[in-house]
């Protein structure tokens, strides 16, 4: 599917999450999981690419939880949002918190078209599994990276594990997510992932299982991928 530059969303999931924006920051609120998966998001991050002074964008960044932690190990952090609501609060917690991001209301597909070429590292999380055009977000993305810059995704598996887990479970059992917070159809496998890639002439390098316990609250890594994985992918030296 081609979707029209700068068009690449659903109102209808920008309006579910900026509705959440005003306790986008409370550990125990509705997004409690992304509270506990955030520090291992980081760590993936922290190791494959060094972040200290480097140029860093956050797509999609919501409140800015990423965003945030990247500023804190180093980075030169911006971030982009297309939800109002979810920017003015990730820049008021930036000022309760003293760490500077430069926050954005912007599309990916029109920063790309601004500063090709302009970071070092590129994290887009929890994000293509919600828009129309997932292969025109990684597109955006590798035109934004430096030549031997790595763009980081992480996204839901389209797998009867991941709709028992992720939906039934976590959405209508635990009540861990909001209902409706995400449709199946939209989930996306590896090797999908993979070929979206391959097209922007990115090369994979990694894609590891992000495991979530919801009775402990706790995360970590894990080589099973059939729930939510990680990716990590390099722009070639020119």
């Given at each position: 599917m081609?979707?029209?530059?700068?068009?690449?969303?659903?109102?209808?999931?920008?309006?579910?999450?900026?509705?959440?924006?005003?306790?986008?920051?409370?550990?125990?609120?509705?997004?409690?999981?992304?509270?506990?998966?955030?520090?291992?998001?980081?760590?993936?991050?922290?190791?494959?690419?060094?972040?200290?002074?480097?140029?860093?964008?956050?797509?999609?960044?919501?409140?800015?939880?990423?965003?945030?932690?990247?500023?804190?190990a180093?980075?030169?952090?911006?971030?982009?949002?297309?939800?109002?609501?979810?920017?003015k609060?990730?820049?008021?917690?930036?000022?309760?918190?003293?760490?500077?991001?430069?926050?954005?209301?912007?599309?990916?597909?029109?920063?790309?078209?601004?500063?090709?070429g302009?970071?070092?590292?590129v994290?887009?999380?929890?994000?293509?599994?919600?828009?129309?055009?997932?292969?025109?977000?990684?597109?955006?993305?590798?035109?934004?990276?430096?030549?031997?810059?790595?763009?980081?995704?992480?996204?839901?598996?389209?797998?009867?594990?991941?709709?028992?887990?992720?939906?039934?479970?976590?959405?209508?059992?635990?009540?861990?997510?909001?209902?409706?917070?995400?449709?199946?159809?939209?989930?996306?496998?590896?090797?999908?992932?993979?070929?979206?890639?391959?097209?922007?002439?990115?090369?994979?390098?990694?894609?590891?299982?992000?495991?979530?316990?919801?009775?402990?609250?706790?995360?970590?890594?894990?080589?099973?991928?059939?729930?939510?994985?990680?990716?990590?992918?390099?722009?070639?030296?020119?």
């Amino acid at each position: 599917m081609t979707t029209a530059a700068h068009d690449n969303y659903h109102q209808a999931e920008l309006d579910k999450f900026a509705a959440l924006a005003n306790r986008w920051w409370d550990p125990d609120g509705p997004q409690k999981a992304l509270h506990v998966l955030n520090p291992v998001r980081l760590e993936y991050v922290r190791q494959r690419t060094p972040l200290a002074g480097a140029r860093v964008l956050d797509v999609g960044c919501g409140g800015g939880l990423l965003s945030e932690a990247l500023a804190k190990a180093g980075a030169q952090a911006t971030a982009i949002d297309l939800a109002p609501e979810l920017v003015k609060v990730a820049r008021l917690h930036g000022l309760e918190s003293g760490v500077q991001v430069d926050y954005q209301v912007k599309a990916v597909e029109a920063l790309a078209e601004e500063r090709p070429g302009g970071f070092d590292a590129v994290t887009c999380m929890e994000m293509l599994e919600h828009v129309p055009d997932p292969a025109a977000i990684i597109a955006a993305c590798a035109r934004l990276l430096r030549p031997g810059g790595r763009l980081f995704l992480s996204t839901l598996n389209r797998t009867p594990a991941a709709f028992a887990l992720a939906i039934v479970g976590a959405e209508y059992v635990a009540r861990l997510l909001p209902k409706g917070t995400h449709r199946y159809a939209d989930f996306i496998r590896p090797s999908e992932l993979a070929g979206w890639l391959r097209q922007t002439g990115l090369q994979l390098e990694d894609v590891s299982g992000l495991f979530y316990d919801p009775v402990r609250h706790k995360a970590s890594l894990s080589r099973r991928t059939e729930v939510n994985y990680l990716a990590c992918a390099l722009k070639a030296e020119a």
